[in-house]
């Protein structure tokens, strides 16, 4: 089987700094890929120039085989390719509903004038929040009035909505407490069995062994190393993050 | 934990009708003050309600484009010298046409004044869009411009025509109904679809609410921008079009005492500096709230000045209620 997502002698120069310089993985369906590794290690550049945001110096991403580099946000976002950020990027202001079709609301005809058509986005959204076993209480408040694990839920299900093959997720966990951390975890999980790739930025060993089918260590710009969690610990990790820091230094 | 939630969610629908609330009290403080001091009704007179509405109409024309702005997080202070734009501009092509063509010429110089404050609006957009000015800055510049393209095409005075047809359009009556009062609910009406009902309203929201939201959405951020600023702006032009009518006389300042009611009416009306909230027909209470005051003040027969104290007290009412409202959802931004 052809991997999903095919990362190439990725290489991202800032003037004379060498934020990334060669990074190279693979990314399979159904499989959730962390990039680990300490600030500024790159991990963030890495996924900029996946979803389009930055232009890599050298070397290229495919997505199922085809050459996605050189293609805008939206252009990969239309691929198939959903990056969820940390601030998730929600109009708290809106219900679930109008947040999982910003931009491509539905919209009906009355007497020839278009009005939004709320209930069938609402419906939607507690279908595919559901579908994730997260039951919203009032599907018409807005998304502000949610927690922080039902909100990070929304963020994903605009990812199946639209029916992404990769989810690229940016410290999912980062501000949440122990509950919502947890069902993040779940979440991603869910996102497993439907066959979706998922990659995940992390720098929290738990949330690193408990989602990762494989760990893929970046440190300062380069593949420190690549492990299957049950064939490493803590400790090596740890290592592998600081290593590539200390030697150079 | 479940009787602390009800009771902060009672308490927050509260503060968010609260507007209705005063709007009833006032009402009802204006009528018993009529019925002992002259045993007349406050309320259930043609006249006063009548002149309330005029009045409402006059701050609401300004308000109601200037309400998509605010919900968008950003503010439009070069309305009220838009409305004196537009009015010197409609007056001007009135006198240059003459008024012997009757509606003909009106026609022109309503499309004229609306044109202006188009090219107003569409100034204010793309700073605020392109070159990322504050629209704070941006627009108390355009303030300026409009002020000063209105004096000096008015050569620095009021421009007084004598047109029947632009009369009716400030003091008519269509139906009974005043004819401004019929314009600001007409525009009324269409800001609320556009805000409520359509892609464009949910889109101004969002922005208010969080810019990254509406990027990753791929929206056109910079188109919104400008359209909502060209909104305001042509609302405000409206507001001029129609002083031009009922004092057959196009002024620069027509609009400068009206926009400090105009942004308090939004503010009453629910809407928040910060952006995402505010609605048509919360700024529609807003203005009747102002203008009953307007009236009730001068029918109490107080000094003219109260109603500036009053007005400017119910503002502070007003953004206290909407801080109570920040810290009832959680301080969560």
């Not at chain 2, 009135?94 to 008024?99: A, D, H, Y």
Request: hydrophobic share 50%; glycine share 12%; charged share 15%.
């Amino acid at each position: 089987m052809s991997p999903l997502l095919e990362v190439k002698g990725l290489k991202k120069r800032f003037g004379g700094n060498e934020a990334v310089s060669d990074v190279n993985f693979v990314v399979n369906a159904g499989e959730c890929v962390v990039l680990a590794g300490d600030n500024g290690a790159g991990k963030s550049t890495v996924i900029k120039m996946i979803s389009g945001v930055l232009p890599p110096t050298a070397g290229n991403v495919y997505f199922n085989g085809e050459l996605l580099t050189g293609r805008s946000p939206e252009g990969v976002r239309n691929t198939g390719i959903e990056t969820i950020y940390q601030d998730l990027s929600l109009a708290d202001n809106l219900d679930p509903g109008l947040n999982l079709y910003l931009g491509r609301e539905k919209v009906k005809r009355i007497f020839g004038l278009p009005f939004l058509d709320r209930t069938t986005m609402r419906n939607d959204a507690a279908k595919v929040m559901k579908s994730l076993g997260i039951e919203v209480p009032d599907p018409s408040a807005p998304v502000r009035d949610l927690s922080g694990g039902q909100r990070q839920a929304i963020a994903i299900a605009r990812a199946i909505h639209w029916q992404a093959k990769l989810v690229i997720m940016d410290e999912p966990t980062a501000a949440l407490g122990v509950p919502e951390q947890r069902e993040v975890m779940a979440l991603i999980e869910q996102l497993k069995e439907k066959g979706v790739g998922i990659i995940l930025i992390s720098h929290n060993l738990p949330d690193i062994f408990a989602a990762a089918d494989r760990i893929i260590v970046l440190a300062r710009g380069v593949v420190g190393g690549e492990r299957r969690p049950a064939d490493t610990n803590d400790e090596e990790i740890v290592r592998l993050m600081m290593g590539a820091t200390v030697s150079d230094t | 934990m479940t009787n602390h939630k009800t009771g902060a969610s009672f308490l927050r629908s509260l503060l968010n009708a609260w507007s209705w609330l005063f709007l009833a009290g006032i009402l009802g403080f204006f009528e018993i003050y009529a019925q002992i001091e002259t045993g007349n009704t406050f309320l259930f007179r043609l006249y006063n309600v009548q002149s309330i509405a005029i009045a409402a109409s006059q701050i609401l024309l300004l308000a109601l484009g200037l309400t998509l702005v605010i919900v968008a997080g950003h503010i439009d202070l070069s309305i009220g010298f838009t409305t004196g734009l537009s009015a010197v501009a409609m007056a001007l092509m009135i006198r240059w046409l003459g008024p012997e063509a009757g509606w003909l010429t009106v026609a022109v110089a309503l499309a004229v004044g609306v044109f202006a404050a188009v090219v107003v609006g569409l100034i204010n957009g793309w700073l605020v869009a392109y070159l990322n000015v504050p629209s704070f800055i941006g627009t108390l510049g355009t303030y300026g411009v409009a002020r000063g393209a209105a004096l000096i095409i008015a050569g620095g005075a009021t421009v007084s025509i004598r047109s029947e047809e632009a009369r009716f359009i400030g003091n008519g009556d269509i139906l009974g109904f005043p004819v401004p009062v019929v314009i600001a609910i007409m525009l009324a009406v269409i800001c609320h679809y556009l805000l409520t009902h359509t892609k464009f309203g949910v889109h101004t929201y969002a922005l208010g609410a969080s810019r990254a939201s509406v990027e990753r959405a791929g929206i056109d951020v910079n188109k919104l921008l400008i359209t909502l600023f060209i909104i305001s702006a042509v609302s405000a032009g409206i507001g001029g079009l129609v002083y031009t009518g009922r004092f057959s006389a196009g002024a620069a300042n027509a609009g400068e005492p009206i926009l400090l009611y105009a942004v308090a009416a939004v503010f009453i009306g629910g809407a928040s500096l910060t952006g995402g909230q505010g609605t048509v027909v919360g700024t529609v209470i807003g203005a009747i709230i102002i203008a009953v005051i307007q009236f009730g003040l001068v029918f109490s027969g107080l000094p003219p000045y109260w109603q500036f104290v009053a007005v400017g007290l119910v503002i502070i009412v007003a953004v206290l209620v909407d801080q109570s409202k920040a810290k009832l959802t959680g301080g969560r931004s």
